[in-house]
């Protein structure tokens, strides 16, 4: 029978880094699948097409985001009953969290099938890609029960200690993507030319396939999480748990919808100065969604080890974890910027003609904006700690702060004396400002003495003098 892994003893640098990893190749292997699926659609289906795919795309981030803040509140539940050596609380939430997201991916799917047309006119789509982007969310939509049941069981799973099992079903999930893009959009045999929905198919069918593969592989190797006949029962909805999701998983949600926000605020600032800037400062955030994948990597393993020992009251390795995973997050994250810096021109190259102005518009902005993101791993290392004791709307007052009343007006006030060079100076600032209230708090705040509701008392009560 698997059990899951404890973090709770042994080494803990060594612990950290064996299973931050296959969540950071994980996090690489995904957006690989979205850039390769994106030129399938991006060069034989053509711009049109592509502007429709990434336009379902933004929705489909909201609505992915939105469920994130939940997985994340049952996987620190999951941690702490873990630590705490707690497994029949482990079950009880496990099952009530798998009910629960199958209802509210259900409800959000058949939602979606009505509103997903009107939603896509009021964004302003193309008229040339509204159809397309209609035809192309619609079959996400069928999917979103499939995706948000396989993103819960992947959390599941790293709540557990078990990081590499989702790995491996990754690299399926991606290899059958990949192969089935072009099969799906071109037609093959008997399998009619789809288009662009294809391309929506062959995510569904992956992801399908994988999940069902998953579930297979656990009940197989007996996973002492996995529910088995006269164990049926704990799906049925415990409010106690579901009160628990709801109100811990929705302020980590708002997170996402922050992050989302001041996104969208700084584009339509930057589209301000001009096609040059535009285009610099989209190849940016391109090379910077590579950037944080060690930074999120680090936070997650960090956040899972933190919710075992918060659940087994020991305090003293929660206060290792953070110092450690820090220390991780600094040389990741500082070594990538560092490279960054070393080969801008050519890896700004991938995304811009040579000569064009833009290019050096793009060696601009990375000298500048880039190292903001060392700020950015520190603050998700310690905030992924403080959440894995039930403190999460600090994090969200902060990430607020720092991106929506420091970043975006930074940018926008001293535009008339800097012109751009105001934007990318507000990413270093607002990144630091955010970086010391994290510290502040993880020093100074009453994250301790939070609480999972769900999980009994005697399970996650603070140690003196932590």
């Known amino acids: ?180 893009n072009p099969v799906f959009i071109f037609g093959l045999g008997p399998i009619p030319r789809l288009g662009i929905a294809g391309s929506a198919l062959a995510t569904f069918v992956s992801q399908a396939i994988s999940l069902t593969a998953l579930i297979m592989h656990l009940y197989r190797r007996r996973h002492l999480l996995v529910l088995h006949k006269d164990e049926l029962s704990m799906l049925r909805l415990d409010w106690r748990i579901v009160w628990t999701l709801v109100k811990k998983g929705i302020p980590m949600s708002a997170q996402m919808m922050v992050l989302s926000l001041s996104g969208v605020l700084m584009i339509s600032i930057v589209n301000h100065f001009g096609v040059d800037t535009a285009a610099a400062f989209g190849a940016s955030l391109q090379l910077w969604n590579y950037i944080q994948m060690p930074a999120y990597a680090v936070g997650m393993a960090v956040s899972t080890m933190a919710a075992q020992n918060v659940g087994a009251r020991k305090w003293d390795r929660v206060a290792s974890i953070a110092r450690i995973g820090v220390v991780y997050a600094l040389l990741l994250t500082g070594s990538v910027v560092l490279v960054l810096e070393l080969f801008a021109g050519h890896a700004y190259a991938l995304f811009l003609p040579a000569g064009s102005a833009a290019m050096e518009v793009s060696t601009h902005i990375n000298r500048i904006a880039t190292p903001s993101f060392i700020f950015f791993g520190i603050t998700l290392v310690l905030f992924g700690v403080v959440r894995a004791t039930g403190a999460v709307m600090a994090p969200l007052v902060t990430l607020t702060l720092a991106l929506l009343v420091v970043r975006v007006p930074l940018a926008e006030v001293f535009i008339d004396r800097l012109g751009a060079d105001s934007v990318w100076w507000s990413f270093p600032l607002s990144s630091a400002f955010a970086t010391i209230l994290a510290v502040l708090y993880y020093k100074y705040g009453g994250w301790r003495s939070a609480r999972m509701e769900s999980v009994p008392a005697e399970s996650a009560e603070s140690a003196e003098g932590a």
């Open 1 to 180: 029978m698997q059990g899951p892994r404890s973090f709770t003893e042994g080494s803990i640098s060594r612990g950290l880094f064996r299973f931050a990893l296959p969540i950071l190749f994980a996090h690489v292997l995904q957006s690989l699948n979205g850039s390769v699926n994106s030129i399938w659609v991006g060069r034989f289906l053509g711009e049109a097409a592509l502007t429709a795919t990434s336009i379902a795309n933004t929705v489909m981030f909201l609505l992915i985001g939105a469920a994130f803040g939940i997985a994340m509140a049952a996987t620190i539940l999951l941690g702490q009953s873990i630590g705490a050596n707690n497994m029949a609380e482990a079950k009880r939430v496990v099952g009530t969290s798998a009910s629960f997201f199958a209802g509210i991916s259900v409800v959000m799917a058949i939602i979606g099938l009505v509103i997903c047309e009107p939603i896509l006119i009021a964004m302003r789509t193309p008229a040339d890609s509204l159809p397309l982007a209609v035809a192309y969310m619609r079959v996400i939509f069928l999917a979103l029960p499939c995706l948000y049941m396989y993103a819960f069981v992947m959390s599941v799973l790293r709540a557990a200690g078990d990081s590499k099992t989702p790995f491996y079903f990754m690299v399926l999930s991606v290899a059958i993507d990949i192969g089935l």
